[in-house]
């Protein structure tokens, strides 16, 4: 069967509806989504579900029997993975296979013990940095939920070298060039104030990780996962590679490097010649 998604919020209702009646899964991951609807573990629950609504879009003309693997960077208690599992491969017979890495190890551990209580076996979780981890796999998507600060980054580096066909992230926080904005570019009587300087920074991260994977030969849209009102980190970036275009062009991405001189870390995962 090819799932037809018609409406967001249906769809939306519908994952939401399946995962609630997964109570061995729901169990297993500790996620107690009755217990208070402003509570973290349901905050989460609405982030994946989110998430999961647009990897639906993707396997809207998916065949079926081929293998689609995954790679969750930053996969934490891999929330996301077991869930898009228990979706595509227990609700509509997909057949996938995910791998989760995480630099903490604990996490790791975890997340095998739920796998083999859950058995299932189309899992592996691997401990590692996401710019060391080297799947056995060839890589469909790459995806990342809230990997925090420059992880993102790596997730999108990682995603680009492993040529996967899509890389989908909702970043976490924006760090990296937040003090950069201070002065010296076209719009310091915007960023002169902290509250609009931190809200510029997070503009700013994700246009030039938009651009970067635009110039490394991805189509880019932006989305929001859930309401601003469940998280303000509900932006997600969706890439799909596009067919045969292998050379980098990354004037966009270096005229906004340029303006802001933000020295973006994306570049420093390649061998390119600085700008
Ligand atoms: C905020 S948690 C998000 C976890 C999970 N994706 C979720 O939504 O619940 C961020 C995770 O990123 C991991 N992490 C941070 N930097 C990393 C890196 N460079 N490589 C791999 N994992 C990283 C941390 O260990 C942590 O588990």
Do not use: W
Request: hydrophobic share 35%; net charge neutral; with cysteine.
């Amino acid at each position: 069967m090819v799932y037809s998604v018609t409406n967001r919020d249906e769809t939306k209702k519908y994952i939401a509806d399946e995962l609630r009646s997964a109570k061995e899964l729901l169990r297993a991951l500790s996620l107690d989504i009755d217990k208070t609807e402003c509570g973290r573990d349901f905050k989460k629950f609405n982030e994946v579900v989110g998430f999961c609504e647009q990897i639906l879009r993707i396997f809207e003309t998916t065949p079926q029997n081929k293998e689609n693997v995954f790679l969750d960077c930053s996969c934490g208690k891999s929330y996301l993975s077991f869930a898009l599992n228990y979706i595509l491969s227990k609700r509509f017979s997909f057949v996938t296979f995910f791998y989760g890495v995480d630099s903490n190890s604990v996490l790791i551990d975890r997340c095998e013990q739920i796998k083999n209580s859950l058995g299932y076996e189309n899992m592996q979780f691997v401990h590692a940095k996401i710019i060391d981890v080297i799947p056995e796999k060839p890589i469909d998507i790459v995806i990342s939920l809230h990997a925090c600060d420059t992880a993102t980054d790596e997730t999108i580096a990682k995603g680009i070298k492993l040529g996967a066909k899509y890389i989908i992230v909702v970043p976490c926080c924006e760090n990296q060039i937040r003090n950069r904005l201070k002065d010296g570019h076209p719009l310091v009587g915007l960023t002169e104030f902290g509250l609009l300087r931190y809200r510029f920074a997070d503009i700013l991260t994700e246009a030039l990780r938009a651009q970067f994977l635009t110039g490394t030969g991805y189509v880019v849209k932006l989305v929001e996962i859930t309401s601003p009102r469940n998280t303000p980190k509900n932006l997600m970036i969706v890439a799909r590679k596009k067919k045969g275009n292998k050379e980098f062009n990354l004037d966009e991405y270096n005229k906004l490097n340029e303006m802001f001189h933000t020295e973006f870390i994306l570049k420093d995962y390649f061998q390119l010649e600085k700008s």
